[in-house]
């Protein structure tokens, strides 16, 4: 196998992510990456906001206000939970779709092609020796978040991405049998 095809089969999410994120070159070919994700009709459906540093500490904030907002009750476990929610990773990537209506290009296809980027990010950042984490959630739908990171109406959060470098060793992933997911389509 080559080496890309060896980074395809065994990329998988870091259970733990440190320091150093990824710098700017590595950031660079992570959205030059990104934006060769497959996109019908040329719409790029996709844009990206970084948080790092101090922004980590506001977007739990954010995190916290919209799970009070949703469950005033929640103890102090689910607070400090959403609050610390953006420090996994000393650096976080929101992947945004902007749907557009198009005659010939679904909203559900262009969100894919944002999850595609999404997608070719991780693998860029793996590539470079970086690792990383794709969360969604709740947060990811919430209006308080959506709002606070300045989403048009017309947009839609696919997934906060989450980089660092791995703390530990990957994690070991059982082998899948192929034949499990495939079939032959024969009328």
């Keep these: 196998m080559s080496s890309i095809q060896d980074l395809l089969a065994q990329r998988n999410s870091a259970p733990k992510l440190t320091g150093p994120a990824p710098d ?3 950031r660079e070919a992570m959205y030059r990456a990104a934006v060769r994700a497959p996109d019908h009709a040329w719409l790029q459906p996709w844009r990206f906001i970084e948080i790092e540093g101090e922004a980590r500490d506001a977007l739990g904030q954010i995190f916290c206000k919209a799970l009070l907002a949703s469950q005033p009750d929640a103890d102090d476990a ?12 000393p650096l976080l990537i929101t992947v945004v779709c902007r749907v557009q209506e198009h005659p010939k290009v679904p909203r559900d296809e262009q969100i894919i092609s944002a999850g595609c980027a999404a997608h070719a990010m991780l693998l860029a950042a793996e590539a470079a020796g970086f690792a ?3 969360r ?8 308080i978040v959506t709002e606070a990171l300045g989403l048009g109406t017309d947009e839609e959060i696919v997934g906060f991405l989450y980089f660092g470098s791995r703390d530990g060793n ?3 992933l059982p082998e899948r049998e192929i034949d499990n997911y495939v079939s032959r389509w024969d009328p």
């Design 24 to 26: 700017a070159k590595t």
């Design 170 to 172: 990957p994690k070991r």
């Design 136 to 143: 969604t959630g709740s947060y990811a739908l919430d209006p």
């Design 78 to 89: 689910a607070r400090t939970k959403a609050a610390n929610a953006p420090l996994r990773a």
């Design 132 to 134: 990383g984490i794709w």
